[in-house]
């Protein structure tokens, strides 16, 4: 039996743990050591989406259309990812300029309007305190559930208590203190409340922990795990619907319609707002909770059909209201433990919606609603009060105690009528409205003033009509022949198939027209009105955020005079004299000012000023307020479109800029390699020029040493005297093909070389290069043999083609032993011909394989250690081929012989042709 | 946020992938009689779903930075 006073107890220690936290999280704020500033806390906090909505109402759902709960939890999941851009923009925004809530975002888009940030406010406020209505009887119904222990009984067959027995009431007033304490301590210029949050994060712990233990209590206690419970469904007629979609054609209308709602409404909510945005601490912690927000959405969710099965099965038959089944199913297993701590889960869920949400429409109504009136009437002499901090404050308060009381009294008035049953949705869809002319608002620069409030009335006039006044009349405070018949009995007008659209579900129908209307007139009205110059300058701090938060940016659209004498006292009137004046030192020391007096009146000064106010009044009103004190000099529309032409010159100048300097970069490597490379080309000029005279001396070393043997000793017989002579020959004849191959060489090189470019036949060109060193052959016994395929006609120099052909064959018959092979073969290639000349000679290392291009670079004989030949004649011919547009190369393995090959393209000769001459001249050019 | 320009354009599109693996007609292929792991084969599909892109936001954000 659970004693009343233990409920008692147990909720007020628990609101006391709530409160005891929020003292800390405030404390360790005041201290300078937060606790709430990681993303884990953040991403808690986020989930004050789940109220007791999610916390009693899913199984509620489930249990009356199976899948039909998930797409208010898979939207948010699906939002989240692009958070990353969208998120991140209004975060930017917010912080650069102290924006405290979502009206106060609209109205300062839209040219800082009064009337937008009062609409949004109108809209939030009908939108959503039925919600918190909701909540209270859901806390309230809890508890009188609770009381009845360990009967089931139902709140509503309990009948309403006396007002003053009202649990409902005392939790509204609890809650209303709790926020009053801990969301309007002081006036903080960027409202925010760490301690709340701490407290928020904390009541996300419990109902997540809460529910998860009642559904593995009946998953895994009543039933034996996941398959028990869903085989018993499978087993009961009225059950196994729950498992799959309705087949009716609606079903994934009202799905796919659903999660776009809970997508706009996770960014929309108020209370979402006021935790996403204003008590956002870093903007990095938004990555965390990108996944991590999603992760508490699956895990609140996984028990949810479990429990609505069992409860079904268990309990339906009793006449027990399936959004009890959380706090029933374990009554009726007289689990007093259990059925508390749900009872906390609950009262979690609940407080922790009311608290923000109430936050965030008393910044609101403050802000947006009461204040601009204030403002207005002349006889409060409002400009003449020193302190106003201490009004603002009490505004806040009254409106949160308004607020929760209005909830109350909702929920006295509405009881169990359809019309706050159906709040969650109904809610959902009024904070929609605010999407277009948001989400328009950072992205489309053209979104005047007259189209977001034209947007915003059709779409909530349109809600009004096809969601709110229809959930009056299902309560019974409309006559029913409203929703049969249409306004006025016309049928086009029933408010739930307007226009004689059947067929989808109440949501999706009022949900489509309603968009319809608000951004068909957003953007009609837009395009079609002219906006005024602060709506210009703003849309341009707006959408382009992430370029424009450069102060002079901002500044640039403001032009008057100004004085700090003015300024501080207005600012310290709304913040206190004392942080004003802290605020504004610290100012005039980022801009390098010792004092108050030597800072400068100007522009910037004033944008400052009017930030600071924006986050304690709101924007708009800071705008009228810092109006009322400077003198301005009024910016023409046309000069405001000039400036931001010319910044966004100034941004396209700039990034030539960059580019101009990046082709610089790119030049300067290139001449450095340039550079590196002429550096190389002169070493190996030096190196070249030593080889050759290496090469030059060595015949010449052994001519005169042979002359001055002859000369010197008369007496040498015949036969030494000839075999002398023939080796002066032979040294000479040695030193003249050297001379000119290194002749031919330079020639080829400077491009001064003559071609004689004609059509030939490689097949002649092979035979008479093959007949010319046949004696050669014979002489070292080397055999050749010629298989010479058919092969198309290319163009080219006949003498050089010769030359490389004799060179290659000369080089295979002095690297091949007395009696090897030699092979020539031609054959027509994929793009031209190709000639192999293939040795049995010792072969070349796959290292050597290039070295013997280069000039001079011949591979020592691993026979004799000595070079033969001049080193020439493979880089001559290389360079010959290449002029022709082919290229040499060679094949060999050690121990197999060697394969030189070359190609020769089909076109080779008109390139070759056509390059020549001016090609000549350009490289005699150089070399000069 | 300094990671590197690849974050966003791979949370849009796992964004595009679960919008169109958990609406019509892909759950349509789904939403018949059937079971998984003793799971009614909508459920499982859903929260398969539902794990995976969890998974991949959670791989695209933690990913080591550099």
Redesign the interface.
């Known amino acids: 039996m659970l004693q009343e006073w233990v409920i008692v107890a147990a909720s007020f220690a628990y609101l006391g743990v709530l409160f005891a936290i929020a003292y800390y999280g405030d404390r360790r704020a005041a201290a300078g050591r937060s606790i709430i500033a990681n993303p884990y806390i953040y991403a808690l906090s986020l989930a004050v989406y789940c109220t007791t909505w999610t916390f009693y109402g899913s199984v509620g759902r489930a249990a009356s259309s199976g899948v039909g709960f998930l797409p208010v939890y898979l939207g948010p999941t699906l939002m989240v990812p692009l958070w990353w851009y969208v998120m991140r923009k209004i975060l930017r925004i917010s912080k650069a300029y102290r924006i405290t809530s979502i009206a106060d975002f609209v109205a300062s888009r839209y040219g800082k309007s009064q009337v937008l940030g009062g609409l949004v406010t109108v809209i939030a406020v009908l939108g959503v305190i039925p919600y918190i209505s909701l909540q209270l009887k859901a806390i309230s119904g809890s508890f009188t559930i609770l009381r009845h222990y360990p009967e089931v009984v139902m709140p509503g067959k309990a009948l309403a208590q006396p007002f003053l027995q009202d649990s409902a009431l005392y939790i509204a007033m609890m809650l209303a203190a709790f926020t009053i304490l801990f969301g309007t301590r002081h006036l903080d210029a960027t409202e925010r409340h760490e301690g709340l949050v701490a407290a928020i994060a904390f009541e996300s712990v419990v109902k997540l922990l809460a529910f998860l233990v009642v559904g593995a209590f009946v998953t895994f206690g009543v039933y034996r795990g996941f398959g028990d419970v869903f085989r018993l469904a499978e087993r009961t007629p009225d059950l196994r619907a729950l498992l799959t979609v309705p087949s009716t054609s609606g079903s994934y209308v009202t799905w796919a319609f659903l999660t776009l709602l809970s997508m706009l409404s996770i960014m929309f909510l108020p209370r979402q707002f006021q935790i996403t945005v204003v008590e956002n601490v870093d903007e990095d912690h938004l990555g965390k909770a990108i996944w991590l927000f999603p992760l508490y959405l699956l895990l609140i969710n996984v028990f949810v059909l479990p429990v609505a099965i069992g409860g079904l099965s268990l309990l339906a038959g009793a006449g027990v209201d399936a959004d009890t089944f959380v706090l029933t199913l374990p009554i009726a297993q007289q689990k007093e433990a259990l059925t508390l701590f749900a009872f906390i889960g609950g009262l979690s869920a609940g407080t922790g919606m009311v608290i923000v949400e109430t936050i965030a429409l008393s910044t609101m109504v403050c802000n947006d609603l009461v204040m601009p009136v204030l403002l207005r009437m002349k006889s409060l002499r409002l400009n003449a009060w020193p302190d106003v901090s201490g009004l603002l404050l009490s505004i806040r308060r009254l409106a949160i105690g308004a607020i929760l009381l209005l909830g109350y009294a909702y929920f006295r008035i509405a009881g169990d009528a359809y019309a706050l049953v159906a709040i969650g949705l109904i809610s959902f869809a009024a904070v929609a409205q605010f999407a277009p002319a948001i989400l328009g608002g950072i992205y489309w620069r053209g979104g005047t003033r007259s189209g977001a409030i034209a947007g915003l009335s059709a779409g909530f006039v349109v809600w009004g009509y096809t969601l709110l006044l229809p959930s009056f009349a299902k309560s019974g405070w409309l006559p029913s022949r409203f929703l049969t018949d249409g306004l006025f009995g016309l049928a086009l007008l029933r408010p739930q198939e307007l226009f004689g659209l059947t067929g989808m579900d109440e949501i999706p129908h009022s949900l489509f027209w309603s968009m319809l209307a608000n951004i068909g007139l957003y953007v009609g009205v837009s395009v079609a009105s002219r906006p005024g110059v602060a709506e210009t300058s703003q849309a341009a701090l707006f959408v382009d955020v992430f370029e424009r938060t450069h102060a002079f940016d901002r500044s640039r659209f403001w032009r008057g005079s100004a004085s700090v004498q003015d300024l501080l006292p207005l600012t310290g009137r709304f913040l206190g004299p004392e942080r004003a004046r802290e605020a504004f030192l610290a100012y005039a020391r980022r801009r390098g000012c010792s004092s108050l007096d030597t800072l400068p009146a100007d522009a910037d000064l004033v944008h400052f000023a009017e930030t600071q106010l924006a986050g304690a009044i709101g924007g708009a009103s800071a705008r009228v307020l810092v109006a009322s004190v400077v003198q301005e000099e009024p910016v023409g529309i046309d000069e405001v479109m000039d400036i931001l032409d010319e910044a966004s010159q100034v941004r396209a100048y700039s990034r030539e800029l960059e580019q101009k300097s990046r082709e610089l970069e790119t030049a300067t490597a290139e001449l450095r390699a340039a550079n590196a490379q002429l550096q190389e080309l002169d070493r190996m000029k030096d190196e070249f020029m030593s080889s050759v005279t290496h090469e030059l001396r060595t015949p010449l070393t052994s001519i005169r040493a042979f002359s001055e043997i002859l000369r010197e000793d008369p007496r040498t017989n015949l036969a030494d005297r000839a075999r002398f002579l023939a080796i002066i020959v032979k040294e000479t004849e040695r030193l003249t093909r050297l001379i000119n191959q290194l002749l031919d060489m330079a020639k080829i090189e400077s491009g001064s070389a003559e071609w004689h470019t004609s059509e030939l036949d490689v097949q002649e060109a092979i035979q008479d290069s093959v007949d010319a060193t046949s004696q050669l052959f014979r002489d070292s016994g080397v055999e050749l043999t010629v298989s010479l395929e058919a092969a198309p006609r290319v163009r080219a120099d006949r003498d050089r083609l010769v030359q490389v052909i004799m060179n290659l064959l000369s080089n295979a018959v002095k690297f091949c032993p007395r009696g090897g092979r030699v092979e020539v073969r031609l054959a027509p290639a994929p793009d031209g011909v190709r000639v192999d000349v293939q040795d049995s000679g010792p072969g070349i290392s796959p290292a050597d394989h290039e070295i013997i291009f280069e000039k001079f670079r011949q591979v020592s004989d691993t026979l004799t250690g000595k070079p033969r030949g001049t080193g020439l004649g493979l880089p001559i011919s290389r360079r010959i081929v290449e002029h022709f547009g082919g290229r040499l190369w060679v094949e060999s393995e050690p121990g197999h012989g060697a394969t030189f090959s070359f190609v020769l393209p089909l076109d080779a000769g008109a390139r070759a042709a056509g390059e020549s001459p001016a090609h000549a001249v350009a490289r005699k050019g150089v070399g000069r | ?1 300094s ?1 590197s320009g690849t ?2 354009p791979r ?2 599109a ?2 595009l992938m ?2 169109a693996l ?3 007609p892909i ?2 292929l789904f ?3 059937g ?1 998984l ?4 084969l ?2 499982a599909y ?2 398969a779903v ?2 995976l ?2 998974g991949l ?2 791989a695209v ?2 990913r080591p930075r550099g």
């Open positions: 946020m990671r974050t966003g949370l849009v796992i964004f679960g919008g958990l609406n019509y759950l349509f939403a018949r009689p079971e792991a003793g799971i009614p909508l459920y859903v929260f539902w794990i892109l969890i936001m959670a954000i933690e």
